[in-house]
């Protein structure tokens, strides 16, 4: 499976943008998928997860409240809206897939990643 994220900008702080991850390849395997982010000099960090039912979902603590994923899997795609950003926001926001049905917030279970897609939030 292939990953490609987009959607990703530069915006003011408050504002909102939503990302997507479009998967293609082996799309009829059942997969979760999971956003993570990396800012400069940071580690890779966890901040959303759905699952394959879209029924299991798990957010960072930074990203609860503001932060919604939800998938479309007629589309194969997988969605996270990303509201009322902060400027530590800014990052390369990554999606991942792995090939269970369950949500992980867990970097080293995912199995495959797309590109990353840059957000910036200005102060």
């Known amino acids: 499976v292939q990953l490609q994220a987009s959607g990703g900008g530069l915006v003011q702080t408050g504002g909102c943008l939503r990302l997507?991850?479009?998967?293609?390849?082996?799309?009829?395997?059942?997969?979760?998928v999971g956003w993570f982010r990396q800012a400069p000099g940071k580690e890779r960090e966890f901040v959303a997860t759905?699952?394959?039912?879209?029924?299991?979902?798990y957010y960072a603590d930074s990203a609860k409240g503001r932060f919604t994923i939800s998938r479309d899997n007629i589309k194969n795609t997988v969605y996270l809206q990303m509201n009322s950003l902060k400027p530590e926001d800014t990052a390369i926001y990554y999606c991942a897939g792995r090939y269970s049905r369950s949500s992980s917030s867990v970097t080293s279970e995912y199995d495959y990643w797309g590109q990353g897609t840059q957000v910036t939030v200005s102060s």
């Open positions: 759905i699952a394959w039912s879209g029924r299991s979902i």
């Open positions: 997507s991850c479009a998967a293609s390849g082996r799309t009829y395997a059942s997969y979760a």
